[in-house]
């Protein structure tokens, strides 16, 4: 078990802590954007749509097929070598992927019109599509890494992607004004840069065959997420389009503004994401495998819960720091977005079944039962609550789709979670949260920002010491941690 916590939680402070650098410096940033008057409220609504319309248009753009290469990496059924199923995977995608993107340019003025009152906003979604179009096979040498157990060069090709952007960006959208078009150029321009970088990885892999036979296997399992993963996206890209029929442009920026911030929970999600599927397709092959997913899911729990606490706790005081007084309606959008986030978190931990027994048919089960409570919950909140009610439906839609995964990958893979562990960590998250909103007086936001914070994490962890949330064994190996953490600063210092 130890080993598994070392190297799942090795492998999260790898690929996550340059990205948390990153999104960091970027949230900086959305401050000096829009205090410095670089973009603006609509810039902010425009953004939210194209962002929308890019998650699912990369939905499309992989067809599913870089799940199944994950899949059929080390497994390959119908026998032949790695090399035919990867060409395969690369003349299929290019292929479709021309034809789809070909489309969406001919039509990108109609829908842009229908959508973006701005020039600058529809050169952007066209920047977006041709962006989006030359990323659609990036997944292949970044799963190789992952799957090669590489976490040092992936994470040192995503972080000099995130530095690079970051550079570009201020060029262009500070330095040159150019505003949103800006922003989508820099993507443009650094997916230029990489593709040849990228392509050392999966160069020994492309070869001039195809395989019927491996495509069909590939789709078999592939097709099935594709509308899963539509329907994930829609979550949030739809969520934000249709309450653009309710609110203005300018209304929707500071929504998409408490969505990011929000998202903050997904510095950990996505990190652990990376690592979390070759992590537990490779513990599926020991006998204790459930037993060790059950614990991983109780630390995952912890960590997101105290993610949360502390979103909900020092909302108000982040939009005051780095936005006008006018976002300020963005604070009541966080809170929700964040349980929803986590929720979502919690879904990645517990739909794992439905992937080890390859019944990924159930995953698209679970995302239109919630893609349908989020339209639905929204048609009825987003009129009369504005944001607030598409921070609801959004949440409500969360709730359902892990409830609904949960149901089914327990059926097929039953795991002996630890509810009463659970239990206890998210009662010390809402009692931390409170503490951090009641116990300190309402005052200069900077200050009041890290007072929350630090307050919000000492009370959780006073709580989760109290409560016995830790056993015997787990104490001792986070003391032996601690010490060797200790043990390293020292030598540091003493370097």
Known sequence: MRDSVRHLSKGVAIYGAGDAAIQIVN????????????????????????????????????????????????????????????????????GADVIVFAVLLAVSG????????????????????????LISLTFLPFHLMRLRNQAVT?????????????????????????GLAGMYATDLAITLLLLPILWRWVRPLIQARFSPDDLRLVLRFGLPRLPHGLAQQALDAGNKMLLRWYIPLHELGVYGTGVTLGNGVRFFTSAFETVWAPFYYATSRRAEAPEVFAKMTTYGIAVLTLLVALTVAVARDLILVMFKPEWSDAARVMPLIAVGVALQGVYLLTSIGLNLTTRTQYYPVATFAALGVGIGSGLILMPRFGVTGAAIAFLASAVTQTSVAFFFSRRFYPIPYEVGRVLRVV????????????????????????????????????????????????????????????????????A
């Not at 992936?154 to 150019?178: D, K, P």
């Not at 003391?479 to 020292?490: L, P």
């Open 154 to 178: 992936y994470s040192a090709l995503t972080f000099g992607r995130s530095i690079g952007t970051l550079i570009v960006r201020i060029v262009l959208v500070i330095g040159l004004g150019w």
């Open 27 to 94: 949230l900086l940033l959305m401050a000096v954007y829009v205090k410095g008057g670089f973009l603006g409220m609509e810039d902010y609504g425009a953004l939210a749509l194209i962002g929308g319309f890019e998650a699912i248009t990369k939905i499309i753009s992989r067809w599913g097929l870089d799940g199944a290469f994950m899949r059929f990496f080390h497994e390959r059924p119908a026998g032949g070598p790695l090399e035919l199923i990867t060409s395969t995977i690369v003349w299929f995608t290019i």
């Open 427 to 494: 009662a010390s998250g809402i009692v931390a949260a409170m503490a951090g909103l009641w116990l300190i007086p309402q005052g200069r936001p900077i200050v009041g920002l890290f007072a929350r914070a630090g307050v919000t994490t000492a009370v959780f962890v006073a709580l989760i010491a109290a409560t016995g949330f830790l056993r015997k064994t787990e104490r001792a190996f986070a003391a032996e941690v601690w010490g060797s953490m200790r043990r390293k600063a020292s030598g540091f210092r003493g």
């Open 110 to 133: 109609w829908i842009a019109a229908h959508w973006f009152p701005n020039p600058t906003h529809v050169l952007a979604f066209r920047l977006m599509l041709v962006n989006t179009f």
